[in-house]
T-cell receptor, first 112, second 113 residues
Framework: GDSVTQMEGPVTLSEEAFLTINCTYTATGYPSLFWYVQYPGEGLQLLLKATKADDKGSNKGFEATYRKETTSFHLEKGSVQVSDSAVYFCALKTGANSKLTFGKGITLSVRP | DTAVSQTPKYLVTQMGNDKSIKCEQNLGHDTMYWYKQDSKKFLKIMFSYNNKELIINETVPNRFSPKSPDKAHLNLHINSLELGDSAVYFC????????????FGEGSWLTVV
């Protein structure tokens, strides 16, 4: 079945540090890939997505590139801010299957 | 206007009670979902409806009964609540079954005591 593996957390960084959060997947067919973010006490928001190999999703300074050869969709940001502190979820969706399969999520804390 | 709205946002109730969480989307989407987020933040789908028809039911106890009176609403009723039902429940919607983007509500924090 489909699955998403995220790196173990939590992650703590200083403001303006470089961020990488790893995500790899296994899926039947060709999935669409997503990053969702959950700020403290809030719901899930779509951060970015990519629907085919080599696509790059980007939003709010975050980027992720769909790498079919390594089955990965790593999230990066060049300079994190305190306001980026949140839980980040990698997810995939395949073909006509309507459900999202999520990774376990990783908590990011950014220190001033 | 909130695209996917859930009520209540917070609910504290005793074991054995029956409770409902309501969800409405004003996006004109055909497909709606319920997801459960456990205490470790893990998210898992519970149900999916497309145009009021159940299409996904993921090994959820039959104490949980979704109801979709129309395609803009998907309510979740839970009978005989147990401590393990404490979680955050997220409603979501997408334009179609195969639609690439799923939009989530703000979540309903359920605590069973």
């Amino acid at each position: 079945g489909d699955s998403v593996t995220q790196m173990e957390g939590p992650v703590t960084l200083s403001e303006e540090a470089f961020l990488t959060i790893n995500c790899t997947y296994t899926a039947t067919g060709y999935p669409s890939l997503f990053w969702y973010v959950q700020y403290p006490g809030e719901g899930l928001q779509l951060l970015l997505k990519a629907t085919k190999a080599d696509d790059k999703g980007s939003n709010k300074g975050f980027e992720a590139t769909y790498r079919k050869e390594t089955t990965s969709f790593h999230l990066e940001k060049g300079s994190v801010q305190v306001s980026d502190s949140a839980v980040y979820f990698c997810a995939l969706k395949t073909g006509a299957n309507s459900k999202l399969t999520f990774g376990k999520g990783i908590t990011l804390s950014v220190r001033p | 206007d909130t695209a996917v709205s859930q009520t209540p946002k917070y609910l504290v109730t005793q074991m054995g009670n029956d409770k409902s969480i309501k969800c409405e989307q004003n996006l004109g989407h055909d497909t709606m979902y319920w997801y459960k987020q456990d205490s470790k933040k893990f998210l898992k789908i519970m149900f999916s409806y497309n145009n009021k028809e159940l299409i996904i039911n993921e090994t959820v106890p039959n104490r949980f009964s979704p109801k979709s009176p129309d395609k803009a609403h998907l309510n979740l009723h839970i009978n005989s609540l147990e401590l393990g039902d404490s979680a955050v429940y997220f409603c979501a919607s997408s334009p179609t079954v195969s639609g690439n983007t799923i939009y989530f509500g703000e979540g309903s924090w359920l605590t069973v005591v």
